[in-house]
């Protein structure tokens, strides 16, 4: 049986990221991790991206971060907001309706 995927946290990864800033190699970083290489080198190709979503102040104990970026969920959201601003009941097969 394949070993489990195992998906680091973003404190992992900054971990990892300022061990290979004081100098160690990958082959000591996938050991010490217990990452499969591409991994490493995948986080390690994203520091500059993880470290300002660290900056930004996100849970150091998340794995990864999943975001709505299409029109239409920004286009629904706005629509609850000002909904809710008036005051209006809102349930869930009306959000469907529009």
Do not use: C, H
């Amino acid at each position: 049986m394949p070993p489990k995927r195992k998906q680091p946290t973003y404190e992992d990864k900054k971990r990892l990221i300022e061990a290979k800033d004081s100098g160690a190699s990958v082959d000591k970083l996938v050991k010490d991790f217990d990452l499969p290489q591409s991994t490493v080198y995948n986080i390690l190709k994203e520091r500059k991206s993880i470290l300002d979503k660290i900056d930004e102040g996100i849970d150091p104990k998340m794995k990864r971060m999943k975001m709505a970026g299409n029109e239409k969920d920004e286009a629904v959201l706005s629509w609850f907001k000002t909904q809710r601003s008036n005051n209006t009941p809102i349930n869930g097969p009306l959000i469907q309706v529009s």
